[in-house]
Every structure is written in C-alpha cells, then in structure tokens.
C-alpha cells in the first residue's frame, strides 16, 4: 500500500488544519489568561484539560506541517497573552466559554471530517470532535454541580401525533402567529446563549483595546449582539417562554489587555462566522416564515459587521492569508 505522505492533500484537508492551528493557537493564549486568573479549583481543572487539549493538538499540526513540507502558519504565541495581567472575565464566562469553545468545536470538525479523503487526517479531526464533546460534557456537568447552567425552555408532551393542516402554520394570518415550535425554540435559546457570552466577551476586548477603531468596532459588535439577544429573547416571550439573561456582570473594570489587538479582533470574526453559521442552521430549521425572515436579516448585519472588521485587520496588516488556488492568468500574465 502506498504510504500516506505520498498521497498529495486536497484543498479542504489543507484549509481546515490550517485553521485548526489558528484555532488552537488561539485557544492556548486565551485559556493561559484563564488558567492565570480563575479562582474555582474545578472550573481551573476544566481550564487546565482544555489547555492541554490544545497544546497537544498544536504539537501535532506542526510536525505534521513540517512532514508535509507546508509551511507553519505564524498564528498565535506566546507574544499575543500577556501573562499576569488583571483578570478580565468572571469564572461563569470562563466555563461558559469553554462550553461554547467545546460545542463550536464539534460543530467544525464534524463538517471538516466527511470533505478529508486522507485517513491520518480524518482520525485527527475524528479525535479532535471527540475531545470537544468530553469538553462540552464536562463543562455542562460542572455548571449544573454549581447551579448555574441554564436550561432551555419547556414545552409539554403531547398527548398523541398530530399533523398540520393549515399554511397558517407557516405564515402569520392577520397578525395571528402560531406558537414557537420545539426545534424553534432551540434554536432561539441557542442563539441568545452564544450573543450573550459574544457580547460579553467584546465588553471586555473593548475595555482593553488601545486603538480607536477596534475599540469602536468592539463596542459596535457588543450593541449588534445586545440587540440579536433582544430580537430572539422577544420572540420566545411572545409565547410566554422565559428567555436567559446571562453574563452581564461578569466582565471586570480592567483595563489592561491580556491579548493582543490581533488575538482580539481574529477572536471576534471567527464569532462572526459561527454566528452566520448559526443562523444558516436556525433558518431552514424554522417553519415559521417570519422567523426565517428575521434570520436573513440578521445573518446580513453580521455580514456587513465582519466586512468591516476585516477591512481593519487588513489596514493594520493582522490578517494572514489562508493557502489558496494559483491565479493562473497572473503566471501568465508576468511573463
């Protein structure tokens, strides 16, 4: 059998571990800052497992990069955390962050996983998915031991099938909406939850940031998620379904930055895209048309948000390219 490092890598399998080391890289910077500052011996266990997750899988993408002869992106180090600096964030929205850091890697490696044709790369992101659902499993088991997970609403059982009968169903009839649906109302909490913690996470990269457009981008970026919290925690009152309110105190008044400015704003645009990724989910889940309606337009603001976030991470030279298809006709072209 031929050796796989004779088998060339295809454009999604080089893309999604390039990204990978991005991600992780990031993750040991930001869960150091954490590991400094937590205060609860069991949530800085979860943080110490995750960091040491991560430190692994960034040891075995640069071997792996170096084998592969591909270059080692520059990502993240030791120069993007400042260690010993001020706590900035709560331990709730550490261990919430790690929750969301466990469930957005779930959700990443497993559309990673089925467009990789190599076998040692498949059985990485395999165990990289594997390693995210222990991580939201944890975090989700230590925050009920304390208290303070907060679950979705409740709706009853039905008493027996039922099939729908009338288009009202899906559009309103003079006004008159039929109630959220369970798969709805999963979607909607879910979505309040990750705006919740991404507005308090831009709160604090706001407080900390030293230069006057990411700070003015940050504080925009917190009112856009303040007001998707508003838009989707309206929605579930509508139907007398409590909606969370979760992590506003839990940013200090700290105003030097663990992070670098680059750290800061990559952290924020790859929330951008999970967010869009959400409610590309959200949509075609929602039967309800005015629901759908109000994705779309929301999925556009955070569009226009991450257009214009990317326009300053090129004016300060902070976006490193992703490897890409050859422009032939500039080959060309230079001849």
């Known amino acids: 059998?031929?050796?796989?490092?004779?088998?060339?890598?295809?454009?999604?399998?080089?893309?999604?571990?390039?990204?990978?080391?991005?991600?992780?890289?990031?993750?040991?910077?930001?869960?150091?800052?954490?590991?400094?500052?937590?205060?609860?011996?069991?949530?800085?266990?979860?943080?110490?497992?995750?960091?040491?997750?991560?430190?692994?899988?960034?040891?075995?993408l640069s071997e792996f990069f170096q084998a592969e002869e591909i270059p080692v992106p520059i990502a993240f180090t030791n120069e993007d955390v400042t260690r010993g600096a001020p706590r900035l964030y709560s331990d709730e929205i550490c261990i919430g962050?790690?929750?969301?850091?466990?469930?957005?890697?779930?959700?990443?490696?497993?559309?990673?996983?089925?467009?990789?044709?190599?076998?040692?790369?498949?059985?990485y992101l395999t165990g990289c998915m594997e390693s995210s659902a222990e991580i939201t499993n944890r975090a989700i088991d230590l925050m009920e031991s304390k208290g303070i997970y907060i679950r979705a609403p409740k709706i009853p059982i039905p008493d027996s099938?039922?099939?729908?009968?009338?288009?009202?169903?899906?559009?309103?009839?003079?006004?008159?909406?039929?109630?959220?649906?369970?798969?709805?109302?999963?979607?909607?909490?879910?979505?309040?939850?990750?705006?919740?913690?991404?507005?308090?996470?831009?709160?604090?990269?706001?407080?900390?940031?030293?230069?006057?457009?990411?700070?003015d981008w940050m504080l925009r970026g917190r009112d856009i998620a303040s007001k998707h919290v508003d838009v989707f925690s309206s929605i579930l009152r509508d139907d007398n379904l409590p909606a969370p309110n979760y992590w506003d105190d839990g940013v200090t008044t700290s105003t030097v930055a663990p992070f670098?400015?680059?750290?800061?704003?990559?952290?924020?645009?790859?929330?951008?895209?999970?967010?869009?990724?959400?409610?590309?989910?959200?949509?075609?889940n929602s039967p309800r048309r005015d629901l759908v309606a109000t994705y779309v337009r929301l999925l556009g603001e955070i569009g226009k948000y991450a257009e214009d976030g990317a326009e300053i991470m090129l004016k300060h030279h902070r976006m490193e390219k992703v490897p890409g298809a050859v422009d032939r006709d500039a080959i060309v072209a230079s001849k």
Not at 5 to 10: A, E, F, G, H, V
Not at 13 to 24: F, K, M, R, T, V
Not at 107 to 121: F, G, H, L
Request: net charge negative.
């Open 161 to 215: 099938p039922e099939f729908v009968h009338k288009e009202s169903y899906f559009f309103a009839v003079f006004g008159d909406k039929r109630p959220v649906n369970g798969p709805e109302i999963a979607h909607l909490y879910a979505n309040v939850m990750t705006n919740l913690l991404g507005k308090a996470l831009i709160q604090g990269f706001a407080q900390v940031s030293r230069t006057e457009d990411v700070r």
């Open 1 to 60: 059998m031929e050796p796989i490092r004779n088998i060339p890598l295809t454009a999604p399998e080089i893309a999604n571990l390039w990204s990978a080391y991005q991600g992780d890289t990031m993750a040991t910077c930001v869960l150091s800052h954490f590991a400094d500052t937590v205060e609860d011996t069991q949530i800085k266990d979860l943080v110490l497992y995750c960091l040491e997750i991560s430190e692994r899988h960034v040891q075995w």
């Open 97 to 123: 962050y790690i929750m969301n850091f466990g469930k957005q890697g779930m959700m990443i490696y497993s559309m990673a996983i089925p467009v990789s044709s190599r076998k040692d790369v498949r059985d």
């Open 260 to 284: 670098s400015e680059k750290l800061m704003m990559f952290h924020i645009a790859g929330l951008n895209v999970a967010s869009a990724a959400n409610y590309g989910v959200a949509a075609p």
